[in-house]
């Protein structure tokens, strides 16, 4: 089993694109918190034609009047995924440059390829997640793999199963860095997502055993499995647990009556 060991860095400049890697500049948003650490990445990508922006970020006029600014013409518009810390300010970003936008919920399919870019359809986190690979190894993972810790999978819309085989995809690959929606960029991309892969199954074997001894709800595993949990991400710890019983309860390894869990019949 590989050991998780979550990347952390200084506080980043506010209002500021610095930048991150050749011909790509970050801007974080001014939205921290336990589940956006300094906030979210919006990255400007230079380009033919003017800029591409990806992941506009959270509803916010002076994240969008920093977007303009730093980004000067702006191409496109990329989408990991539609969660509101990510594509709050597309509707003012789109309103001021009128460039077209690439998601999942627009039409952008698995493989699709956009200039220079790739769309990588990775659901789990969401339905509608992309990663988008450039063939020179560099990858943005948005929220399916981040540094500073380890994605919600929330159900009905996450899904552990899909979120697993996600992981297991980009592990499959060669990819040089991975620049996540939340935190610093990623160098290790085989070995920290082979962490994440571990940690996910060493999560769900835990669940298992305990199921073992006796039945639980998913708050009682919780208390078991987090220890000295942070109150302010139960529910979000609660859900992947929820989300891994499901995914158990989908292979036949577990069932369910009136909330307790317990091993399936066999």
């Known amino acids: 089993m590989s050991d998780l060991v979550f990347l952390t860095e200084p506080e980043p400049p506010r209002g500021e694109a610095f930048a991150i890697a ?16 300094h906030g979210t990445n919006t990255y400007l990508i230079e380009g ?67 200039g220079l870019w790739t769309a990588l359809h990775t659901p789990g986190h969401a ?3 992309l990663c988008f690979a450039r063939a020179d190894g560099v990858v943005f993972t948005g929220d399916h793999v981040m540094g500073f810790a380890t994605s919600v999978v929330m159900p009905p819309e996450g899904d552990m199963a899909a979120y697993i085989t996600g992981l297991r995809r980009l592990l499959a690959r060669q990819d040089a860095v991975f620049l996540p929606g939340h935190g610093p960029p990623i160098d290790d991309t085989r070995g920290y997502t082979q962490a994440l892969l571990d940690h996910r199954l060493a999560r769900e074997a835990a669940i298992v055993a305990a199921l073992a001894e006796h039945p639980h709800t998913p708050a009682a595993l919780v208390g078991r499995l987090y220890p000295g949990l942070d109150k302010r991400l139960r529910g979000a710890a609660e859900a992947s647990v929820g989300a891994h019983l499901i995914k158990l309860a989908a292979e036949g390894r577990a069932e369910s009556a009136v909330g307790v869990w317990r091993p399936a019949a066999r």
């Open 22 to 37: 050749a011909g790509i500049r970050r801007l974080v948003a001014p939205n921290p918190g336990p589940m956006t650490y």
């Open 48 to 114: 033919i034609g003017g800029t591409t922006v990806l992941d506009p970020g959270p509803d916010n006029a002076a994240h969008v009047a920093a977007i303009l600014a730093a980004a000067g013409n702006v191409a496109r518009i990329f989408l990991t995924h539609g969660h509101p810390d990510h594509i709050g300010a597309l509707p003012a970003l789109e309103r001021a440059t009128g460039a077209p936008v690439f998601a999942h919920t627009r039409g952008t399919a698995d493989g699709a390829a956009i």
């Open 127 to 129: 339905a509608d997640h």
